[in-house]
């Protein structure tokens, strides 16, 4: 079956250590399988572009076939790639990458063997050095751009602005998800190029606002701005408030709460989100529905770890929870 969706994005191996459950040591991970978790609720005609080393669990590459998701876009890079990724959470849901010996002390779990010599991937500066593990336009199977919907992981900024380009115009659906390293002021140049003929452009509140740090603070400024660089609809993700839509092309505005989920682990809930906005929106080409999707996506995502946890919910539930989010839209 071709795909019909493509993500693009980054695998990991995932020492989590979650505000609830059990720790998952060594599981899959990454921002591309949580993508695929959100869209997969949805729809199973999935496409992944990515990239391993030689020392990735061969088996989990067979999980993702066995799902019924395309991996010939996953490149086998030569060698060993550090692709762990450590993850505990504050008591206020902080996300802490660094000091993994305490955090495991803290929660009496022994300390993992293959966690040793771990140097988190620092988000604070854009590292001059290319990410082996991070992919490459030219990693996309000449297939997969038939498929009309793509969305962009977040990913270093020159990978997002690669991509871009070639994509544009090349593709019918085009969303991107940015990196916080991107979102800065001293970006904002950078930033007007790569939206520029974008479907939707999907950063968190707290990125986009730091993005326009000293400018304003106002979320709807905020999203016209991005709007006026050239990208159609603006979507900000604001974790237990919900998302705000922005179009672009009607100055229509709407707030979309959350649905209420019982949370037990935030990891990968906005990229749970990207992948559900990207199987609502190609349906009718509405970006509400996307929203929509996507949030149903997030709410059951955040209800247990690992990118997988979307797609064993109850049958009927994601279309139930669909319904009753419809009510709750709100337009401004």
Known sequence: MEPSFILVGQLARDYLLPPLGQPLLDSPGGNLLYAAGGLGLWDSRIGL????????????????????????GIRIQPGALDQRNFLAYSENLEPIRSTPVSHFGRRGVP??????????????????KPDQASPIFADIPSDYIDAGALH???????????????????????????SAA???????????????GLTAFLPSLEEITALFWG????????????????????????????????????????????????????TGAGDAFCGGFLAGYRKNYDALEGVL????????????????????????????????????????
């Not at 991107?182 to 520029?196: D, F, I, K, W, Y």
């Not at 996507?294 to 979307?310: D, K, Q, R, T």
């Open 182 to 196: 991107a979102m800065t002021p001293s970006s904002l140049r950078e930033m007007r190029g790569l939206v520029h």
């Open 49 to 72: 572009v990515s990239r391993a080393g030689e020392n990735y669990p061969r088996q989990w590459l067979k999980d993702l076939k066995k799902r019924g998701w395309d991996t010939s």
């Open 293 to 332: 999707y996507g949030n149903v996506s997030a709410s059951l995502a955040i209800e247990g770890s690992g990118p997988y946890h979307p797609l064993e919910a109850m049958q009927g539930l994601a279309e139930a929870r669909l319904e009753a989010l419809r009510e709750m839209v709100r337009k401004i």
């Open 215 to 266: 400018e304003t603070s106002d979320p709807w400024e905020m999203a016209t701005a991005i709007g006026e660089f050239g990208c159609e609809y603006v979507i900000l993700k604001c974790g237990e408030r919900g998302q705000l839509l922005y179009d672009s092309h009607s100055k229509h505005r709407w707030e979309i709460p959350a649905y209420p989920a019982r949370l037990a682990d935030p």
């Open 152 to 178: 962009l992981c977040p990913l270093e900024l020159s990978a997002h602005q690669q991509f871009a380009d070639n994509l544009r115009g090349a593709i019918r659906i085009l969303t991107l998800d940015p």
């Open 111 to 128: 300390f993992p063997k293959s966690l040793l010599g771990y140097q988190p991937h620092t988000e604070l500066k854009p590292s001059r």
